[in-house]
């Protein structure tokens, strides 16, 4: 009893919810805007860079990575860590892979990957360019939670993940949710940005139509997608696409409507 302390719950609240926030925005759900990456994804391609596997090496079993990643850099479960790396390896959840996989790395019906036991994998070469230069220390570097290692602040990659893969994140307080879009627009996009410091949403539009979504679909309308360029917010709706196929059952022709593209 006699190290209880009186406090006014208010303050309390305002100051401790205050760190609380901070440390989950910027630590956990909300991406970096420089390299697109939350913790978790940026130490997974850090410590499959350590290790040297990358896309001219063999695969290496995902339990090994999940393992090192959680040893030296993110010390948290290693479900999570499995998730986020099949995450990064699904060609139907991200425009552009990080993490080539080999093995059951689950589908778009939903069905589950396999055990990290069973699956292996390395990095992919567009996810080299995120690694650029790193050995040079181009980049702020921090002491790993046990204080044995350092770990970038953020990636100096040369590729624009936030805007070719898309990021989603719920903090407290903030929301955010970016679509991804054609590595060649965006390149276009930011060579027209380099030659013309003033250019408008407008003209940027002119290279960057609009999202380039994995799983392909049709985008009804521009309204939304104008909006989302001009002011941040804008909601975009995407429609399957389908044909209609003759087939054959039991010696009978029938119309059969099959689904080529899903919503995203």
Same mark, same amino acid.
């Given at each position: 009893m006699e190290n209880i302390q009186e406090r006014n719950i208010e303050n309390e609240l305002t100051t401790s919810y205050l760190t609380y926030a901070m440390s989950v925005n910027t630590n956990r759900a909300i991406p970096d805007v420089r390299d697109g990456?939350?913790?978790?994804?940026?130490?997974?391609?850090? %410590?499959?860079?350590?290790?040297?596997?990358?896309?001219?090496?063999?695969?290496?079993?995902?339990?090994?990575?999940v393992g090192e990643v959680m040893k030296n850099y993110h010390p948290h479960g290693d479900g999570p860590i499995y998730g986020t790396l099949?995450?990064? %390896?699904?060609?139907?959840n991200i425009r552009y892979p990080i993490v080539d996989g080999?093995?059951?790395?689950?589908?778009?019906?939903?069905?589950p990957p396999g055990a990290m036991r069973y699956t292996e994998c390395r990095l992919t070469v567009?996810?080299?360019?995120?690694?650029?230069?790193?050995?040079?220390q181009v980049v702020d570097?921090?002491?790993?939670?046990?204080?044995?290692?350092?770990?970038?602040?953020?990636?100096?990659?040369?590729?624009?993940?936030?805007l070719v893969n898309g990021t989603t994140g719920i903090g407290v307080g903030y929301l955010t949710r970016i679509p991804?879009?054609?590595?060649?627009?965006?390149?276009? %996009?930011?060579?027209?940005?380099?030659?013309?410091?003033? %250019?408008?949403?407008?003209t940027l539009m002119e290279h960057i139509p609009g999202p380039d979504f994995p799983t392909s679909g049709i985008i009804v309308g521009t309204s939304g997608i104008e909006q989302m360029y001009t002011t941040g917010r804008g909601s975009i709706t995407v429609r399957a696409k389908a044909v209609i196929e003759r087939v054959s059952i039991r010696g009978s022709e029938r119309e059969q409507i099959i689904i080529t593209e899903i919503p995203y």
């Amino acid at each position: 009893m006699e190290n209880i302390q009186e406090r006014n719950i208010e303050n309390e609240l305002t100051t401790s919810y205050l760190t609380y926030a901070m440390s989950v925005n910027t630590n956990r759900a909300i991406p970096d805007v420089r390299d697109g990456l939350k913790p978790s994804t940026r130490r997974i391609i850090y %410590a499959m860079g350590q290790i040297n596997l990358t896309a001219s090496r063999p695969y290496d079993k995902c339990a090994a990575v999940v393992g090192e990643v959680m040893k030296n850099y993110h010390p948290h479960g290693d479900g999570p860590i499995y998730g986020t790396l099949v995450g990064l %390896a699904q060609p139907f959840n991200i425009r552009y892979p990080i993490v080539d996989g080999q093995g059951n790395f689950g589908s778009i019906d939903d069905d589950p990957p396999g055990a990290m036991r069973y699956t292996e994998c390395r990095l992919t070469v567009i996810a080299s360019e995120m690694l650029t230069d790193i050995e040079k220390q181009v980049v702020d570097f921090q002491p790993n939670y046990k204080d044995s290692l350092e770990e970038p602040t953020v990636l100096p990659g040369l590729l624009p993940n936030l805007l070719v893969n898309g990021t989603t994140g719920i903090g407290v307080g903030y929301l955010t949710r970016i679509p991804p879009h054609n590595l060649a627009e965006v390149v276009d %996009a930011l060579l027209h940005k380099l030659t013309d410091p003033d %250019a408008t949403s407008e003209t940027l539009m002119e290279h960057i139509p609009g999202p380039d979504f994995p799983t392909s679909g049709i985008i009804v309308g521009t309204s939304g997608i104008e909006q989302m360029y001009t002011t941040g917010r804008g909601s975009i709706t995407v429609r399957a696409k389908a044909v209609i196929e003759r087939v054959s059952i039991r010696g009978s022709e029938r119309e059969q409507i099959i689904i080529t593209e899903i919503p995203y």
